[in-house]
């Protein structure tokens, strides 16, 4: 099916460690959103690309980089992982110009020991 | 700065009876605002969007929300419950950049429980 997938979609990490959570959407979209989930918090933006080559921060960057590898490929990297940043984590795709909404992937669940 | 503030986080309601959840905005122009829903294990799905176009917005599954710009609400609604809709949802409001779906600033969610 179409749409946007995340891998992986569970991970345990160590303080300390680093990771880089996947996503690829093949909808042939241009701009794509990393977000991450908190209780009580709602959806935080990280970082978005609106096209490849291009990546722009959003509320909640620190502690985060990323790749738009492709036009498909959008990826998010945790360096040096922090217990704070245990979270559900979503990508997300938008064909820009379009009257579509986002489009979500289901999310990577991390934690940070 | 645009913002929304959904009042409860938790909501139960018996199967059949009405669904309200509350949604205030924030916004310096004239908003785009939207309902996700989330149900469990899954990303958000779009509900519903608000686009000037007309005061009531009729969304999926049922679900309906009307701008009130004077009281700065997005509340929505269900006339009658089904245990399908046990989920998390979400107001968000944007900026109106490309059709206002970049860019989205959302709630603090409000989880909605289904008493059979």
């Known amino acids: 099916n179409a749409g946007v997938t995340q891998t992986p979609k569970f991970q345990v990490l160590k303080t300390g460690q680093s990771m880089t959570l996947q996503c690829a959407q093949d909808?042939?979209?241009?701009?794509m959103y990393w977000y991450r989930q908190d209780p009580g918090m709602g959806l935080r933006l990280i970082y978005y690309?609106?096209?490849?080559?291009?990546?722009d921060k959003g509320e909640v960057p620190n502690g985060y980089n990323v790749s738009r590898l492709n036009k498909r490929e959008f990826s998010l990297r945790l360096e040096s992982a922090a217990p704070s940043q245990t979270s559900v984590y979503f990508c997300?795709?938008?064909?820009?110009?379009?009257?579509?909404?986002?489009?979500f992937g289901d999310g990577t669940r991390l934690s940070i020991l | 700065a645009q913002s929304v503030t959904q009042l409860g986080s938790h909501v139960s309601v018996s199967e059949g009876a009405l669904v309200l959840l509350r949604c205030n905005y924030s916004?310096?122009?004239?908003?785009?605002l939207f309902w996700y829903v989330q149900y469990p294990n899954q990303g958000l799905q779009l509900l519903l969007k608000?686009?000037?176009?007309?005061?009531l917005v009729k969304g999926i599954n049922g679900f309906e929300a009307e701008f009130k710009k004077s009281e700065t609400s997005f509340h929505l609604t269900k006339p009658s419950a089904h245990m399908s809709d046990a989920a998390e949802y979400f107001c968000?409001?944007?900026?109106?950049?490309?059709?206002?779906?970049?860019?989205?600033?959302f709630g603090t969610g409000t989880r909605l429980t289904i008493i059979p």
């Open positions: 608000y686009t000037s176009a007309a005061t």
């Open positions: 968000a409001v944007s900026d109106g950049s490309n059709f206002g779906n970049e860019k989205l600033t």
């Open positions: 916004s310096s122009v004239p908003p785009y």
């Open positions: 690309s609106a096209s490849e080559g291009t990546t």
């Open positions: 997300a795709s938008l064909d820009r110009g379009s009257n579509q909404p986002q489009h």
């Open positions: 909808m042939n979209h241009n701009s």
